[in-house]
Each structure stands twice: as structure tokens, then as C-alpha cells.
């Protein structure tokens, strides 16, 4: 599995983002998506994930409630729809895929994406 995170800029304080993450390979919606971030000097964290059929997600406390991770299968994406964001929002954005996967571990998943900066300006 192959996969591309999109979607990052610069955005005010307040403003709201739509992260993609395009996967390759036929067999994508067998595969459960988290989405981390990695802020400068900090390490990498879990933002949150959806499972295969999108029946189960989770959030990390800090985005809960203004992030939305959602799926579509038929077009082997995964999307974090981010609102309310915050400066302290500002990092790169991966997305990794794993059959099962360890949700908040960042050790937990087989597959990566190349991440997508998200600026948030105060």
C-alpha cells in the first residue's frame, strides 16, 4: 500500500482544513488509517483512526470534537477534516495504514505516507 497525504496550508487561527490521504492498492478498505502529527523539536503523536469499515474511530483529547476523520473506499481515501484549528494545531500531518493496526503507536503501522504541513497562524 502506497500513500499520499494532501490537502496541508497555511490557515488562520480559527479556519478549518481538509486533509486527504490516497492509497494505491486494491485491498485499501481492509486496512485501518491513523492520522499523526509532528510538531518541530516534538515527536511524532497520534491524531486519531478509522477502521476498515468506519464503523470505529478515535480521537486523541486535544483534537476531539473539532476533528473528523472519515472514509471512502470506493475512492481508497481517508480524509481529517480539521475545524476550530488552533496554532497549536501548526505540524506535519502523516497518515499510515496497517491491517491491524496499534491505534496510538506510532510503531504500529506497516505503511506511511510522505505528511503534508499544516501552518496555523495566531
Known amino acids: 500500500v502506497q500513500l499520499q497525504a494532501s490537502g496541508g496550508g497555511l490557515v488562520q487561527a480559527g479556519g478549518s482544513l481538509r486533509l486527504s490521504c490516497a492509497a494505491s492498492g486494491r485491498t485499501f478498505s481492509s486496512y485501518g488509517v491513523g492520522w499523526f502529527r509532528q510538531a518541530p523539536g516534538k515527536e511524532r503523536e497520534f491524531v486519531g483512526g478509522?477502521?476498515?469499515?468506519?464503523?470505529?474511530?478515535y480521537y486523541a483529547d486535544s483534537v476531539k470534537g473539532r476533528f473528523t476523520i472519515s472514509r471512502d473506499n470506493a475512492k481508497n481515501t481517508v480524509y481529517l477534516q480539521m475545524n476550530s484549528l488552533k496554532p497549536e494545531d501548526t505540524a506535519v500531518y502523516y497518515c499510515?495504514?496497517?491491517?491491524?493496526?496499534?491505534?496510538?503507536?506510532?510503531?504500529?503501522?506497516?505503511?506511511w505516507g510522505q505528511g503534508t504541513l499544516v501552518t496555523v497562524s495566531s
Open positions: 499510515a495504514a496497517d491491517k491491524t493496526p496499534r491505534w496510538g503507536v506510532v510503531a504500529g503501522y506497516d505503511y
Open positions: 478509522i477502521g476498515w469499515s468506519s464503523s470505529t474511530t
